[in-house]
């Protein structure tokens, strides 16, 4: 079983690169075609199939939406890896009492982390006033439950401001990837926010959804934030969750971001002779 770079949050330690889960879920922030496709395409075997080759290279962690199904997964994963999965819940709700169900399932259902999602989170972050309305029950219900609390966001004002506030957080997580794909500022202030966050943060949508080749999404991101911070990807694939594992070991090895090209016979021009 092969080792990964690892930051510690909460007091876990936690693989720098983990498994991201909207492939596996079915939203691919492109089409309805794909979305489609991807909720037929991935049943539970072939979730428990990249899930597996994903802890065999040393990653140890998801962040996902609470979900039965998705539990069985990594129980599944566990026995056959010995790799205990670590979960990053992200339960939603339009109100404080439909979290706090989410918060219960995800708490039954074994999640060591939970942060609220950004359709909750969001929609209290009030600037303004320098408060995440409702955000103190929110914690203290997390906790009461035995998990370490953290904020979902796609906004990083909601960073700075829980940063302000003394929120007794353990973690964010915040989009963050070169085309400012469903960033809400530019990259150079996410960067900074990222860099000056007081927590860990959880990078999510390094390729953009697709958008960003791996070499230069993973390249981007990783030389933009610290040690403590990690990167969760989704992947279509074994293959694809091996490379894309490849690439980020040796990123966080010194190395330059690199892939294999993909050869057509419009680059046959552009290969090196003798």
């Known amino acids: 079983m092969a080792t990964f770079p690892t930051s510690n949050i909460g007091g876990y330690d936690i693989s720098r690169l983990i498994v991201g889960s909207n492939t596996f879920h079915g939203f691919s922030h492109f089409s309805k075609a794909r979305s489609d496709w991807l909720r037929k395409h991935f049943t539970p075997e072939r979730i428990f199939e990249v899930m597996c080759a994903c802890a065999r290279q040393g990653l140890n962690a998801t962040v996902s939406m609470q979900r039965p199904d998705y539990a069985e997964v990594l129980r599944a994963v566990e026995a056959e890896t010995g790799v205990h999965i670590h979960w990053f819940a992200t339960p939603g709700g339009n109100d404080l009492e439909q979290l706090k169900d989410g918060v219960c399932e995800a708490a039954e259902l074994g999640a060591e982390f939970c942060l609220p999602h950004t359709m909750w989170t969001d929609a209290r972050l009030m600037p303004a006033r320098g408060v995440i309305e409702e955000a103190e029950e929110a914690i ?33 997580i915040q989009i963050f990837n070169s085309e400012g794909f469903l960033c809400q500022v530019e990259t150079d202030w996410v960067s900074n926010v990222i860099r000056n966050a007081k927590k860990p943060v959880l990078c999510i949508k390094p390729l953009g959804a697709g958008r960003i080749m791996p070499p230069t999404g993973f390249g981007f991101v990783y030389s933009h934030i610290r040690e403590q911070d990690v990167v969760a990807v989704g992947n279509m694939s074994v293959e694809e969750a091996e490379e894309n594992i490849s690439i980020v070991r040796g990123i966080l090895a010194g190395q330059e971001a690199q892939a294999e090209l993909q050869s057509t016979r419009s680059k046959a021009v552009l290969m090196a002779g003798d």
Do not use: L, N, Q
């Open 140 to 172: 203290d219900f997390i906790k009461s439950k035995g998990m370490k609390a953290g904020w979902s966001t796609h906004r990083p004002e909601c960073v700075t401001v829980s940063d302000r506030a003394g929120y007794d957080v353990d973690v964010y």
